[in-house]
């Protein structure tokens, strides 16, 4: 157990659906993570939360809309997603520049 | 634009060989490079590096990062099945908090 969890753990959705991802760290950490695990990708960077307030996000399409409540708690909202956007999305949180730790991921299909 | 590169992609050993799995990179800010290993769900941390010539040790595993050259190689003695996965190592820069994944490798060890 890395301290970090993520639900649901499986999500299937349609095209036209709305959705959302959570992510809680339990480190103490004051940073969070969204990543994109694609098939025979490398991992993908989507957004960095630092003290709440978003520092990267990497061109994302709008379809994703991250929301960080407080240093605990994350969020990636989903709607209008395409079949490319299946994948692995993690989450992960560190304290400082360095070591992160993952969750252990959401497998989002997206018919 | 920050590039992490990995090889080889894939390499099938069988228990009891030693294998180097190489990490080269170019990350603007250079702070430190981190390795991985992922099995099914999320990456679980191994090393992070961040002193050149230093070699960190974890039972079998052992690395050691060339900041002259930019790169930084996973050394894993008397291998075992459940080494089996996909090493990953990222660029860790500074100024932007953020990681740089390279592609992996994907290492079999066949019993």
């Known amino acids: 157990e890395t301290g970090v969890t993520q639900t649901p753990r499986h999500l299937v959705m349609g095209m036209t659906n709305k959705k959302s991802l959570k992510c809680e760290q339990h480190?103490?950490?004051?940073?969070m993570y969204w990543y994109k695990q694609s098939a025979k990708k490398p991992l993908e960077l989507m957004f960095v939360y630092n003290f709440k307030e978003q520092t990267e996000n990497n061109s994302v399409p709008s379809r994703f809309s991250p929301e960080c409540p407080n240093s605990s708690h994350l969020f990636l909202h989903l709607h209008t997603l395409q079949p490319e956007d299946s994948a692995l999305y993690l989450c992960a949180s560190s304290q400082d520049w360095d070591e992160q730790f993952f969750g252990p991921g959401t497998r989002l299909t997206v018919l | 634009e920050d590039k992490v590169v990995q090889s080889p992609l894939s390499l099938v050993v069988h228990e009891g060989d030693t294998v180097t799995l190489n990490c080269s990179y170019e990350v603007t800010n250079f702070r430190s490079l981190l390795w991985y290993k992922q099995e099914k769900k999320a990456p679980t941390f191994l090393f992070m590096l961040t002193s050149s010539g230093i070699e960190k040790k974890s039972g079998r595993l052992s690395s050691i990062l060339d900041k002259k050259e930019l790169f930084s190689i996973l050394n894993i003695t008397a291998t075992q099945t459940g080494d089996s996965a996909i090493y990953l190592c990222?660029?860790?820069?500074?100024?932007?908090?953020?990681?740089?994944f390279g592609s992996g490798t994907q290492l079999t060890v066949l019993p």
């Open positions: 480190l103490g950490h004051n940073a």
């Open positions: 990222a660029g860790v820069s500074g100024s932007a908090r953020q990681l740089t």
